[in-house]
């Protein structure tokens, strides 16, 4: 059919809503079998477009329902739900190596679903629109109060929940490219968790002292939460991505001072030398930095700089000396890290031990390194500045193939909540395995 | 959603408000609150267990806000997010005056290009000037929009409102509507006058208004009997475009379901009854607004620049029902007669 139909009716429902909150794109009033394509628009911060589409076909009431309706081709195919936000990517003529990261969460991620006659994959902006749009992606819901926290020589962001509180706790740590990362940790909030982001390797104190800060500065950053009136203080979590998790698992077993009701690594690993602080840690890298592989488009893979997993118990955490739930979420297809073979590790050393019933872990074939919240678009490969002085820029590959790694974010952002939510809203018996996630 | 609708003022408030959101620009906030223990009264004296904030909207993401002023028509437009053109509607309030916008931002929240209609200053109901003109100037203003389908704008009204839409229907021979929405509506005044005579002419009957046991004002009976002369009413039989009727059978402001009922005959008689539909709901009141709004059985009115307190009539949960299910069968009145492929359909 190529008879233009009068009045294409579009709907996404809710049009406002959290950033992992699913939405309904129905498209009403379509000729039965009319081919139309659906489109995602979103322009990020940095200005760079980001898009996706998909194809489908009228059924025989002249509708389209993305939930239930299959895409025949485009940035993904099958009946996806969400497909039009997980399968974004830099249109046509963008630089390589893109990477979408909300920076301000006090404002929403603004998405333009449009509807265009006939199966197009390109040309969407000269196309004539039948109908579109806009819908609105929060990191934070309504009520959460962002506050920004120096105390301490702190460079944190402190994101409280709606309501008279007092709330867990949860301190949120990304990875080696440093920088003050909200998003997360305003997502948390959203879910009920008072959540600190902390910048560890750029903060304030370090550009002005050129000094790595140490584990007192984490000890700080627990103490404000432990000591803050709206959190209780015998209910705070740590959240590690990548080099977050290198400090959670430090913190975790070896602190005095920080004692956490759970943790979560996610894409992290156990591996470290003991003693010292973050710059003996980056330099034990550096040290084996001649390990860094290259894939066929000069892309840097340094999942290798870590192997094999050592035997010595000076190179690792001893993780037999955990004594709170632990959540590991790793991509068998990380090519940043080795996390796979160091969550296998970690189980081990537990069952040995005889705390594994502390161990929870979550293992996704053919994801990658960045295991971010869901609906997220995914990037295999991204640019990537180092913290080193001069920083240099890379091409680093993170692994994981578009489908699976989506619906790993999916799946592991429901079970760490779940998680969180028992350990930290749940009764006070610690260390269910959670074999039921 | 019973959170919502069962809202009421707090206790000590004032007597007869009535809950209505001026700025549609911004959400309404409601908090939604835990306190432990069955808890009837006190509530901010104690803690919640806990609270979450929660933003209701009548303008979804993109619609845009327009200022009428244009040919001596007052009004506020919303356009949908798109490329359009859309289908368009002119939305009008009642008897109490003034700009309402939220209706209309819903309505456009819902693919509609909706124009809210200023056709008299509050309390100045019985001096209203306006002829039926001003409201085809209104109704051609939305027609002509660059964004609009031209023949497809339809007319959309409560009390007043829909006795405007009626009229406009029946009698006009500038405006065609696609279609007709007429909530708690009547048909029972003469052609001619303006508005001012139109409500004058309602309160010739004034010794009918009865006061209930709290001294609220019932008006209904100054709309009975029904006149049979046909020449006292809107002749309906002369209305060619489907129309909805919605109706709550405990309205206490004006006899809406005697009158559809009467209109039903007429339009029978006259051939055009296959383009009504009509809703009625038990135990709902004049005041039919969108869904989850709270209920308001009586509120302060200003008549002849006096405060008193009308009837509208409704018992809360009925009336709620009778908006939630109302609404839905609107947008789907409205779908299929303004969106649809096929020529307009009558009947839902």
Known sequence: MSMKPLCVKLSVQPSRGLVDEKFTILVQN???????????????????????????????????????DPSLDGTYSGVEQMGLLWSLRPVPGSKYGLRMRKMNVQTPMVVTISVYQGHRTE???????????????????????????????????????????????????????????????????????ASMALDYLTPQITKETGKMVDNDYFETAYRVLEQHPQILGSRIAMLGLSFGSTVTLRMAVYSQVVKLSCAVCISGSHVQPIGGGLEQILASFSKHAYKTRLDENNQVIWRDLMLPIPTDPSLKVDMGRLQCPLLLVVGEDDQNWPTHESAMDVKEMMDQAGNSHLLTVLSYKNAGHLIEPPFMPFARASTFKTITNPPTKVMVLW??????????????????????????????????????? | ??????????????????????????????????????????????????????????????????????????????????????????????????????????????????????????????????????????????????????????????????????????????????????????????????????????????????????????????????????????????????????????????????????????????????????????DAGHLIEPPYSPHFRATKFLKDGQKVILLWGGTTKPHSDAQEDSWKKILAFLQQNMYSSSGPRAKL
């Open chain 1, 399 to 437: 692994g994981g193939e578009l489908v699976a790694h989506s619906r790993a974010q999916e799946d592991a952002w429901r079970k760490t909540l779940v998680f969180l939510r028992e350990n930290l809203y749940g009764g006070m018996k610690h260390g269910a395995s959670f074999s039921n996630l």
């Open chain 1, 123 to 193: 040309g969407f902006l000269d196309q004539v629109l039948l109908a579109s749009v806009m819908v609105e992606r929060w990191y934070m819901a309504p009520g959460v109060q962002r506050v920004p926290i120096t105390d301490g020589k702190l460079t944190a962001t402190l994101f409280l929940p709606s309501g008279p509180g007092p709330f867990p706790g949860l301190l949120d740590l990304w990875g080696g490219g440093g920088k003050l990362v909200e998003y997360r940790a305003a997502l948390l909030a959203s879910h009920g968790i």
């Open chain 1, 30 to 68: 379509l000729l039965p079998g009319f081919q139309l394509t659906i489109h995602a628009l979103h322009q990020c911060e940095d200005g760079h477009s980001w898009e996706a589409f998909a194809h489908y076909t009228a059924d025989a009431t002249g509708t389209v329902n993305v939930s239930e």
């Open chain 2, 1 to 282: 959603m019973g959170l919502l609708w069962s809202m009421r003022p707090v206790p000590g408030s004032r007597e007869g408000l009535r809950l209505r959101k001026l700025n549609v620009c911004i959400p309404q906030l409601v908090n939604i609150s835990v306190y432990s223990g069955h808890v009837g009264v006190g509530f901010r004296e104690q803690d919640p267990l806990a609270s979450v904030l929660t933003e209701r909207w009548y303008m979804a993401p993109g619609v845009r806000r327009i200022d009428i002023k244009e040919k001596g028509v007052r009004g506020t437009l919303f356009i949908p997010h798109g490329p359009g053109p859309f289908p368009g509607l002119l939305d009008m309030w009642g008897g109490g005056g003034g700009l309402l916008e939220y209706r209309a931002a819903l309505l456009a929240s819902h693919g509609y290009a909706s124009m809210a209609l200023e056709y008299f200053n509050p309390a100045e109901v019985n001096t209203a000037e306006l002829e039926l003109n001003y409201f085809e100037t209104a109704f051609n203003i939305v027609r002509d929009h660059p964004q609009v389908m031209s023949d497809r704008v339809g007319l959309f009204g409560l009390s007043l409102g829909s006795i405007v839409s009626i009229s406009l229907a029946a009698w006009s021979s500038v405006v065609k509507p696609r279609c007709c929405v007429c909530i708690s509506g009547n048909h029972t005044h003469a052609r001619g006058g303006t508005i001012g005579d139109v409500f004058n002419e309602f309160i010739t009957n004034v010794h009918k208004v009865r006061m209930d046991e709290n001294n609220y004002e019932i008006w209904r009976g100054m709309g009975l009997p029904i006149p049979d002369d046909i020449s006292q009413k809107v002749d309906v039989g002369k209305i060619n475009c489907p129309i909805l009727l919605v109706n709550g059978d405990d309205d206490q402001n004006w006899p809406t379901v005697e009158s559809a009922e009467d209109m039903a005959q007429m339009m029978r008689a006259a051939g055009n009854e296959h383009l009504l539909t009509r809703l009625e709901y038990p």
